[in-house]
């Protein structure tokens, strides 16, 4: 129904930027909140954002606002991550990932694209 591609992952130094794309094709996103989600080896996955894709109304990890943009670009059906001043720590395979409201804070997220890795060297 959903095919997501992501990318623009890569290598990138300590305080950096990047940005990251994901491509949606096969259904209509109006009622989608557009999802970005990474996982660092030996981790477990970690939420970064979402975005929806009608309001542009976004929500961000703590631990990460100030830090991480998403954004969308109607015309090419694409959700952008925008990453600055880039750490170490940042280095992961980054997901996104379309999902529909279940409750005020949740969402069930039914499909995913394969990943892009980003490595930030020191």
């Known amino acids: 129904q959903v095919q997501l591609v992501e990318s623009g992952g890569g290598l990138v130094q300590a305080g950096g930027s990047l940005r990251l794309s994901c491509a949606a094709s096969g259904r209509t996103f109006s009622n989608y909140d557009m999802g970005w989600f990474r996982q660092a080896l030996g981790k477990e996955r970690e939420f970064v954002g979402r975005?929806?894709?009608?309001?542009?109304?976004?929500y961000y990890a703590d631990s990460l606002k100030g830090r991480f943009t998403i954004s969308i670009d109607n015309a090419k059906n694409t959700v952008y991550l925008q990453m600055n001043s880039l750490k170490p720590d940042d280095t992961a395979v980054y997901y996104c990932?379309?999902?529909?409201?279940?409750?005020?804070?949740?969402?069930?997220?039914?499909?995913w694209g394969q990943g892009t890795q980003v490595i930030v060297s020191s």
């Open positions: 990932a379309a999902g529909v409201r279940v409750r005020d804070t949740q969402r069930r997220y039914d499909y």
């Open positions: 975005i929806n894709w009608s309001s542009g109304s976004t």
